[in-house]
């Protein structure tokens, strides 16, 4: 299945043309067809074949294929939703086959995780430039790593060799020389770190990364950290114009690799924030944490866990983290005090300053805002505020949270004129794991 993903890249996205596709969402969907059938192959070689599909009745033949000819034609669809073969039993003991639960180090962190994380768990860490997102993500790399993890780290917005002198700090190098290391530096880093299954990468697919990591160590706990989400590549992902499109394939690629039984691994990106998420000096006029991560959409309703690291006003080495999405245990807040000289990062109590509050008031404006388009279909988001009575950015945040789970639509073309109406679909609930 691996190979039909870059045999997909290396012909140009699809079967019978020779320049790149360019429809994007033709694309996503092929992809995300091949990461289900690599799923479904790894089911096979555990459980055995499980009964015939109805969907897969209809198989065409080349003539057949709206691909190999007009490349606007459309590609026969099943109605319905796939149903799931598998039995209660099997689904428990995939849950199983998941292993323990990993701790990340930082206590404050591991509590609200119930202990840690396991594999098959997307992880995205976001934060304003210069909050310690690579930090932190660093410090929890080496963590698992002297823990067993086999861990993989994606270097694109920091090369590897800056992961490498954060490292070194870390056992107490002073940057100068972490920088520009002697070879009594090297040695050093040999003693430390060379035993370790920890793999910085230079720029590379991130498939590529699942599989190398893999191979090498078929029998471990496996991690793959990419830095970050929004220049993250897949070997198809520069076929698609869109950035929120391709930002929602990178996750979703990210995923399907992480859940394959070859390939199972913890994953973790970091991630910029939107400038409204942090710009504004006033805390009440900042976007709300779950909508704040930039192309929010498909980050929000695609991550288990979300984090948003925040640096505190008059004090650049405190950093607020709030945990506004959780599916592996509670939501919640806490501080950390970043050491310059070690590059890591320790816990350290804050006053609260109604973070959890501010959670539950805008879950609260959300149904308050899905009750009003309900009532009035085809509604602007200009009469939505004046119905909810609420400010501006926090209505639009909802609306654009409520979309993203598929509650609302905009019915209007473009984002100019809006006219929201309420699907008959239930907004996605947040349930811990068993």
């Not at 609200?112 to 410090?139: D, N, W, Y």
Request: with cysteine.
């Amino acid at each position: 299945m691996t190979q039909d993903l870059t045999d997909m890249h290396q012909n140009g996205g699809v079967r019978g043309r020779a320049e790149p596709m360019t429809d994007a969402a033709r694309l996503v969907d092929r992809v995300d067809r091949l990461a289900e059938e690599m799923m479904e192959d790894d089911y096979r070689e555990r459980e055995g074949t499980p009964p015939p599909d109805p969907f897969d009745a209809w198989q065409p033949s080349d003539e057949d294929d709206p691909r190999a000819g007009d490349a606007h034609a459309e590609e026969p669809k099943a109605e319905g939703v796939k149903p799931d073969w598998s039995s209660m039993a099997d689904r428990l003991r995939r849950t199983q086959s998941a292993g323990p639960r990993h701790p990340t180090g930082i206590e404050p962190l591991d509590k609200h995780l119930r202990g840690g994380l396991r594999s098959e768990k997307v992880v995205i860490v976001g934060g304003a430039p210069g909050a310690g997102k690579t930090s932190k993500c660093a410090q929890i790399a080496r963590h698992w790593a002297r823990n067993g993890v086999a861990v993989a780290w994606v270097a694109i917005d920091e090369e590897t060799a800056g992961i490498d002198a954060r490292n070194l700090q870390s056992i107490g190098v002073a940057r100068e020389k972490a920088e520009e290391p002697d070879e009594d530096t090297v040695r050093l880093a040999e003693a430390e770190f060379g035993h370790l299954p920890l793999h910085p990468f230079d720029d590379c697919a991130i498939e590529d990364a699942f599989e190398w990591l893999a191979e090498r160590y078929p029998d471990q706990p496996r991690a793959v950290f990419v830095d970050s989400l929004q220049t993250a590549r897949t070997r198809t992902s520069a076929l698609i114009d869109s950035i929120r499109e391709r930002i929602g394939h990178i996750v979703s690629t990210a995923k399907a690799y992480a859940r394959a039984e070859k390939t199972r691994a913890i994953v973790v990106f970091t991630s910029e924030l939107a400038r409204g998420a942090y710009r504004s000096k006033q805390t009440a006029d900042q976007i709300e944490d779950l909508a704040a991560f930039k192309e929010s959409g498909a980050i929000e309703y695609q991550g288990h866990v979300l984090l948003v690291l925040r640096t505190a006003k008059g004090d650049a080495a405190l950093t607020h983290v709030s945990i506004p999405k959780n599916r592996t245990g509670t939501k919640g807040e806490f501080g950390l005090r970043f050491d310059f000289e070690t590059a890591t990062f320790t816990p350290e109590d804050i006053a609260d300053d109604g973070d959890s509050a501010r959670l539950d008031e805008f879950d609260a404006l959300c149904d308050r805002v899905l009750e009003v388009v309900r009532q009035n279909p085809g509604i602007s988001g200009r009469r939505v505020r004046v119905e909810v009575g609420a400010k501006a950015q926090g209505v639009y945040a909802a609306l654009e949270k409520l979309e993203a789970n598929g509650a609302i639509r905009n019915t209007a073309k473009g984002r100019s004129g809006a006219k929201w109406t309420a699907l008959n679909r239930a907004v996605e609930t947040e349930q811990d794991d068993q």
